[in-house]
């Protein structure tokens, strides 16, 4: 894992605040278009909205200067330009969804949701100062996630929904445990993988040019397989099984620098999912559907059938090269259009010019993630803001191939932009991570201080593994 210099260690304060205003525009855009092309008159309750979103970013900044002066400033803006557009979809969805079915309305519940994953990012900002204090937690994470994966198999608290057991209900609540041992699980692989990465890379054997492990280092990869296949077969959930196995192999490939790491992760998934796909009729049928779409057979089934994928196919057709304008389309006919179809929602709308630009702030993010990573100079922050980043773009993939017919649906929501409480509080606490580290990456470098007999800090004793 190489460690550069990446930017001088100054803060662009300046620069974030510019950043932020251009990202609240594009939010607040998208709101009064959405109103003014669907009711022909400005929100009713512009003032109040732009006021709480100008203080949120106030507050945002302010924190920042004190928490994390030295804190990546791109990071922050990217992640509020895209709730904001979230925010004005959901709320443009609203709109239809008030005369057709009031149910599906979530706008007020969603900007509840922001406001509390921002709040709680703020949290993990003030109490944790310093990433490495996580490496200590190591396998308490790691046991943390095993009973976050198995709460929604618990009787009389777990919800199963479209097909997948993967809720559970508390009181009025219901949360998707997944969304947070995304986290948990990238902080358990990077001390793990910081601790044993050694043993990893010893080369083993030689074959066809690939180095492979011995046999007797094989056992983690096997024990996250194992944990990745019980996720598909127990709670039939093939977004989050995907998603766990293909961050942990990503991070020891980072960890180790061997690609026979990747060969070996993909040969025991494929064959798990196509094993899977013979034994569980949930799985085969996404197969089916995502392999013939069009089927008259499929699209005709009374459940389970391939109407939502189409509509989402001719939606984004609608859109074209510049879309049918905000409030302009008929996203509101695909289902779940605000939550697992929110990509094709913002494509019809926003045409493929608009979906770009969405895609380049993920990009950006994901990039500004990984840079942290290589400028931070300790093994265990590497690791973490690889995990997180990379855990962003293979969930991105997963979702935006599900909408194109690129790969079959799974039931994982695009980050920040997807209605859902537990999907945004993770999105924020990802992004408050990805502000630690970036901060330490970032932060000028200490002049050494002359030998003291005094108890050293357990926060600066750290070896550098890097």
Avoid: C
């Amino acid at each position: 894992m190489a460690t550069v210099s990446i930017a001088p260690a100054r803060p662009h304060r300046v620069l974030e605040i510019v950043l932020m205003l251009v990202a609240l525009a594009a939010g607040v855009g998208g709101y009064v278009l959405s109103s003014l092309n669907r009711t022909g008159e400005l929100p009713v309750n512009l003032g109040q909205h732009v006021a709480i979103l100008v203080a949120v970013a106030v507050v945002a900044e302010v924190g920042i200067h004190f928490l994390a002066p030295y804190a990546d400033p791109v990071i922050l803006p990217v992640a509020v330009a895209l709730t904001g557009l979230g925010l004005a979809m959901i709320y443009r969805l609203d709109l239809s969804y008030a005369i057709i079915d009031p149910d599906q309305v979530v706008g007020l519940r969603q900007l509840v949701f922001v406001g509390l994953s921002i709040a709680l990012a703020a949290v993990v900002l003030v109490l944790l100062r310093d990433h490495r204090l996580l490496r200590r937690y190591t396998y308490t994470f790691g046991a943390f996630s095993l009973i976050l994966l198995l709460l929604p198999m618990i009787p009389f608290l777990g919800r199963q929904a479209n097909g997948a057991q993967v809720w559970i209900r508390l009181g009025p609540l219901s949360l998707q445990p997944g969304e947070l041992v995304k986290i948990t699980l990238a902080l358990f692989f990077a001390g793990y993988l910081v601790a044993n990465r050694d043993n990893l890379a010893i080369g083993g054997p030689k074959i066809l040019g690939l180095r492979l492990p011995r046999l007797r280092d094989l056992g983690p990869i096997m024990v996250v397989w194992m944990v990745g296949i019980a996720i598909l077969v127990l709670q039939r959930d093939l977004g989050t099984s995907l998603l766990l196995f293909g961050l942990f192999v990503a991070t020891l490939y980072v960890a180790t620098n061997r690609v026979s790491w990747l060969v070996i992760g993909f040969l025991l998934f494929v064959p798990a999912v196509l094993v899977a796909i013979q034994l569980f009729s949930h799985v085969r049928h996404r197969f089916d559907v995502w392999l013939n779409p069009l089927d008259p057979k499929i699209y005709e089934l009374e459940f389970g059938s391939s109407f939502q994928l189409v509509q989402s196919f001719f939606g984004q057709a609608s859109g074209g090269l510049l879309g049918a304008g905000w409030g302009r389309g008929y996203p509101q006919l695909v289902p779940l259009a605000n939550s697992d179809f929110i990509l094709s929602s913002l494509a019809e709308e926003l045409g493929f010019v608009g979906m770009a630009a969405v895609l380049l702030l993920y990009l950006i993010l994901i990039e500004r993630g990984m840079r942290a990573a290589i400028g931070v100079h300790d093994g265990f922050g590497k690791l973490l803001a690889t995990g997180l980043s990379f855990s962003l773009a293979l969930q991105l993939f997963v979702v935006l191939g599900g909408v194109t017919g690129l790969i079959p649906l799974t039931g994982l929501t695009a980050p920040f932009l997807a209605a859902g409480g537990s999907s945004m509080v993770s999105s924020w606490l990802t992004v408050a991570l990805l502000l630690r580290v970036s901060d330490a990456a970032r932060r000028p470098a200490q002049a050494p201080t002359p030998w003291s007999s005094s108890r050293e800090d357990p926060t600066t004793t750290e070896v550098v593994t890097a």
